[in-house]
């Protein structure tokens, strides 16, 4: 299971913890009187704005002062975001990686939110500067899209280019929503191309053939190229 799955199995038995609640007996008032986690999460969730980032400063003043269990829930209030940057940061790895790198993020995150700097927003705060902390993550690999990319048995043609993982990430996640790559080609693309995972590799997982998948990826990269010669 992912951290995701783990996180709302725990949430499952927390959100009805009464002895919790009573631990967060501040944010439960500011939350509207809430009497569990539950209404808590309720309450943010349908809250406007300004009512649900009251609720979400008083958890991270606590989460920052030590408080486990504050720091916890804000997490989970915040899991919808967090997906999002799992979905979003393809180079970090397979799905599992990204969900654990997106959790350690956001987490780190709340746990040194700057709340003296920035005592609203929290919840775009926090999965901002979670993402430059992913981003940051990202292997800084020299990557290139050539239309004749290399094949199996030949090495792949690089430039040096600062920032090129990231540049080539935010590429194919556009190319992705602007439908011109399907999603399993993108990701291919930067599994291979950004975190440097074997083409072998990621064949025997899917049990496919190399030259398989060494032909889509050149057909996925050339497509790419097309497009972005089209759009120059």
Known sequence: MTVFELLEQEWARLRCDRLAARRLADVCAVAGGALSLADVEAYVRSAGPEEADAVLLALVRRAVGGDDLAA??????????????????????????????????????????????????????????????????VPRLTVTLAAEPAGPDHASSSVPAPHAAVELAEVLRDAVDDGILGRDDAELIARSRIAGDRVADIAAHHRLGSRTLWDRRHRAERTLVAAHRRSA
Do not use: K, S
């Open 72 to 137: 916890r829930v804000l997490l989970q209030l915040l899991l919808p975001g967090t997906r999002n940057l799992a979905r979003r940061w393809w180079a970090l790895g397979d799905h599992e990686e990204r969900a654990a790198a997106a959790v350690t993020a956001v987490y780190h995150r709340i746990r040194g939110y700057p709340v003296a700097r920035r005592p609203g927003r929290v919840a775009a705060n926090v999965l901002m500067d979670a993402a430059r902390e992913l981003r940051r993550a």
